[in-house]
């Protein structure tokens, strides 16, 4: 239970963070946010 709980937290984290990134940086560049998302998988 605790482990499922874990990963849970870590992926929700995850998420969290790579939704903040790309509205910081879909500020600053002309890409699209698809094109914003596929980089930060890439990069990740």
């Known amino acids: 239970m605790r482990c499922r709980n874990r990963l849970y ?3 929700t984290l995850e998420e969290t963070t790579k ?5 910081v940086v879909s500020q600053d560049v ?3 946010l698809h ?3 596929e980089l930060y998988v890439i990069f990740k």
């Open 19 to 23: 939704q903040n990134v790309l509205r």
């Open 35 to 37: 094109e914003l998302d």
């Open 9 to 11: 937290v870590i992926q």
């Open 30 to 32: 002309k890409l699209s």
